[in-house]
């Protein structure tokens, strides 16, 4: 008598553990693929990025794109001593003979 009653309860928790024997709900399907997750994913990326590529267009700045007085007043004088330092290197290796020598040692 115990035995039968412990099998039955062995069964009824193997019963309701399991879902092997059920059907899948109507409203769901048996199956999720991520697949169409991912595509989702990388057309919700695609449309972001078009997004951006338009609003980027839309709200450019205009005009001298950012060269201010400021910015090329550092160029100009940036240029002028880069000119000053190139000279000074220049003279620097130069070739001059040497003094006291004759050029016609011969």
């Known amino acids: 008598m115990i035995r039968s ?37 990388v057309n919700a990326k695609i449309e972001k990025r078009k997004r951006n590529r338009e609003n980027m267009r839309k709200f450019k700045k205009g005009g001298r794109r950012g060269t201010s007085r400021k910015k090329m007043m550092r160029k100009m004088q940036s240029s002028a001593a880069r000119q000053i330092e190139n000279e000074f290197i220049a003279k620097c290796f130069m070739t001059v003979p040497p003094p006291n020598s004759d050029d016609e040692k011969a």
């Not at 009653?5 to 309701?16: C, D, E, K, Q, S």
């Not at 399907?29 to 169409?36: D, F, G």
């Open 5 to 41: 009653i412990l099998a039955i309860a062995i069964f009824a928790a193997l019963a309701l553990s399991t879902q092997a024997f059920v059907s899948a709900p109507v409203g769901k399907p048996a199956l999720v693929s991520t697949t169409s997750l991912m595509a989702s994913r």
